[in-house]
């Protein structure tokens, strides 16, 4: 008897030093880090997402020439009219480049965009964010500035809605798929 309790003691101790020797070598989990972008607005001024901090953002990365991104804006512009009130900011983030920036101004006001529009985006940008290589994509991102969920391709409004649902409401719920691919 007295040998198993020394045995189980033994297996115990081994345990929880393992606990400890692999907490000193691969580290405690680490908190997610803020999601930085910084761009400019349509007015020239820069812009920063960490300065929306404390807020649940939505950033749409769509382009002038995309046709997915002409699909789903319509839902966008409807979606941030209904969520602005409950405390979502939406951001339109432009990947055009310097030969299309010209066409931006048309493209808001063809569908009627009063968030706000942000250019210079790159795919660099996309790729520092866990984004994909294509347009349309859009990032949730938590009032801490954590990207929590990321739609890669068009985005349907059922998608949109039960994210926005999940992100504004109780998050002990299980969450949506944290990577949804819709891409061809």
Same mark, same amino acid.
């Given at each position: 008897?007295? +040998?198993?309790?020394?045995? /189980?003691?033994?297996?115990? *101790?081994?345990? *929880? !030093?393992?606990?400890?020797?692999?907490?000193?070598?691969? !580290?405690?989990?680490?908190? *997610?880090?803020?999601? %930085?972008?910084?761009?400019?607005?349509?007015?020239?001024?820069?812009?920063?997402?960490?300065?929306? +901090?404390?807020?649940?953002?939505?950033?749409?990365? &769509?382009?002038?020439?995309?046709?997915?991104?002409?699909?789903?804006?319509?839902?966008?512009?409807?979606?941030? #009219?209904? &969520?602005?009130? #409950?405390?979502?900011?939406?951001?339109?983030? $432009?990947?055009?480049?310097?030969?299309?920036? #010209?066409?931006?101004?048309?493209?808001?006001?063809? /569908?009627?965009?009063?968030?706000?529009? &942000?250019?210079?985006? $790159?795919?660099?940008?996309?790729?520092?964010?866990?984004?994909? =290589?294509?347009?349309?994509?859009? *990032?949730?991102?938590?009032?801490?500035?954590?990207?929590?969920? +990321?739609?890669?391709? =068009?985005?349907?409004?059922? =998608?949109? %809605?039960?994210?926005?649902? &999940?992100?504004?409401?109780? +998050? $002990?719920?299980? $969450?949506? #798929?944290?990577?949804?691919?819709?891409?061809?």
């Amino acid at each position: 008897m007295l +040998r198993k309790v020394i045995s /189980y003691g033994f297996v115990v *101790a081994a345990m *929880a !030093g393992a606990l400890v020797f692999g907490a000193l070598v691969f !580290g405690a989990p680490k908190k *997610a880090t803020p999601a %930085e972008l910084n761009l400019t607005d349509l007015d020239g001024k820069k812009v920063h997402l960490k300065d929306l +901090r404390g807020k649940i953002v939505v950033v749409n990365f &769509w382009a002038t020439w995309c046709g997915p991104c002409k699909e789903e804006m319509p839902v966008f512009v409807e979606l941030e #009219k209904k &969520w602005a009130a #409950k405390g979502v900011t939406f951001i339109g983030a $432009s990947l055009d480049d310097k030969k299309t920036q #010209k066409n931006i101004p048309e493209f808001v006001k063809k /569908y009627q965009i009063d968030f706000p529009v &942000w250019t210079g985006t $790159s795919g660099d940008d996309l790729f520092k964010l866990g984004m994909g =290589e294509a347009v349309p994509d859009t *990032a949730f991102v938590d009032t801490d500035g954590v990207v929590l969920l +990321r739609v890669q391709g =068009e985005i349907h409004r059922a =998608e949109l %809605e039960e994210r926005l649902e &999940w992100m504004t409401g109780d +998050r $002990s719920k299980p $969450s949506p #798929k944290p990577l949804l691919h819709n891409l061809p």
